[in-house]
């Protein structure tokens, strides 16, 4: 499962780029990878997972802005189409799943 997290927040004073800036290093300190400028996605094991990663989101919320928070599937993921201009660049590849067999 994937959890994203997508935001619209205001930088237009100096408080609010430290908040934007202290809101996007705990998205990075979480575990995750930036898909596009302000769309950030986790692979998570679990839903349990999922529901953590997602209450961490909500717990460093600014005060202005808008945030969501959406779940999909590996399989949705998987069927993601994605366009490049004319330089094409590399595809972000799902996390391999621990066996411990």
Known sequence: M???AMFD?????????REYTFFRKN????GFLQLQYSVYARHCASDE???VHARRV????PP???VRVMRVTDKQFERMLIFHG???GQTEKA????SFF
């Open 95 to 98: 996390p391999e799943q621990i």
């Open 64 to 66: 202005d802005g808008e």
């Open 49 to 51: 997972s999922a529901d």
């Open 27 to 30: 998205l990075l300190r979480s």
């Open 86 to 88: 004319k330089i094409r």
């Open 9 to 17: 927040l205001p930088t237009d004073t100096k408080k609010a780029r």
């Open 58 to 61: 909500m717990a460093n919320l």
């Open 2 to 4: 994937w959890v994203f």
